[in-house]
């Protein structure tokens, strides 16, 4: 038996076969159509696998995401595909699988791991939590907009460009070449619809669908908001169906007039989130404090506990796992503080983090 390890050029056929066989076993495509920048030639070495004999026993991927915030740049290391075959299961391939991936991801200075599951306790023995804050309002009914002076487009054969000028204006993003929109815009089983003016400039964009994962999602978007409601709009009417538009905590905006139009809401979280590399992190976050005014935050390791507070106001905590949704939200107002501290942490927590859905793995 081999690995973990990072699989040779030769066996990508072999593992693009074994994950569709797990994964995707009754689609036309597979994971490396849906997830084309983590499964691309440059990534290959954050790819881990454990072999025997030629065969793919168990697998994960790492995709590092740099993303930019108004306030922080992290690096994040997304987790994705980890699978082991049914026969190979109970063997603690998937922990090797796991540790291989955070190993390789602290090696990488990345400061946080993310990845999307439904098994949080399994998970949590990792030290990931759910944390991180979304919303998904249903879209049942058009929106009232002023703009119909717009020209609809269906499908991918749009200019990338024009899409990254649009996306480079949300406030958190992860860096993106043309090149690689060129190729999110082409994930199979996915619908894209731009709305351009009479100037052929592109003012809106909405992504509904990725492969098997996000049907009936709006995962990806940019634009104003007239704009990108006449967007929605004609997706409503294209597919004569109800949507999920997921929205980040932090555009407030965008949120306060899908609110204002009594859509039905669900609040969610982003991830399960580790963090790797405390003391770094905590420098960056104890940065941001201080560019917005508080210069006497607390946040530090020891004895493998947590202090954390303003001042003398210091509060100990046991469990990085909480000090994840505390930061992240969407951990409730910790009531040992006074006031004061109070007023001042609210003013960098919870910080803003994105994940955008062509960047899930």
Not at 177 to 183: G, P, Q, V
Not at 227 to 248: F, G, H
Not at 298 to 309: A, V
């Amino acid at each position: 038996m081999e690995g973990p390890r990072a699989p040779f050029e030769m066996e990508m056929p072999t593992i693009f076969g074994f994950l569709k066989n797990q994964l995707r076993p009754h689609e036309s495509w597979g994971v490396d159509n849906e997830y084309p920048t983590a499964f691309s030639s440059n990534n290959r070495h954050n790819i881990r696998v454990i072999s025997d004999a030629g065969h793919i026993l168990a697998h994960a991927v790492l995709k590092p995401l740099i993303i930019k915030t108004p306030s922080v740049i992290w690096k994040v290391a997304a987790i994705g595909s980890v699978v082991t075959s049914p026969e190979h299961r109970q063997q603690g391939l998937s922990r090797q699988i796991m540790e291989s991936c955070i190993t390789e991801a602290k090696n990488q200075d990345c400061d946080l791991a993310l990845l999307w599951t439904d098994l949080y306790d399994f998970y949590r023995k990792w030290d990931f939590e759910l944390a991180g804050q979304e919303y998904a309002f249903i879209i049942d009914r058009p929106f009232e907009t002023k703009r119909s002076d717009l020209r609809l487009i269906k499908g991918p054969q749009i200019s990338a460009e024009s899409v990254l000028k649009l996306y480079n204006q949300h406030g958190v993003t992860s860096l993106r070449t043309a090149d690689e929109i060129k190729k999110f815009l082409n994930i199979p089983n996915s619908n894209v619809y731009s709305a351009w003016d009479n100037n052929n400039n592109l003012m809106a964009y909405a992504i509904e669908g990725k492969g098997a994962d996000l049907q009936g999602y709006i995962h990806e978007w940019g634009g104003n908001i007239p704009a990108l409601m006449y967007v929605i709009n004609q997706i409503l009417k294209d597919q004569n169906r109800s949507l999920t538009w997921i929205v980040p905590n932090h555009s407030q905006n965008l949120i306060r007039q899908l609110q204002n139009a009594n859509l039905l809401q669900n609040e969610g979280y982003l991830g399960m989130i580790k963090i790797l590399n405390p003391n770094v992190f905590f420098s960056k976050v104890k940065k941001t404090a201080r560019n917005l005014g508080i210069l006497d935050i607390i946040l530090e390791e020891r004895n493998n506990e947590f202090l954390f507070g303003c001042g003398q106001d210091i509060v100990v905590i046991n469990d990085i796992k909480t000090l994840v949704q505390i930061i992240f939200g969407p951990y409730q107002e910790i009531p040992y503080f006074n006031e004061d501290t109070r007023r001042k942490l609210a003013k960098v927590f919870p910080m803003p983090l994105w994940i955008w859905g062509w960047d899930s793995i």
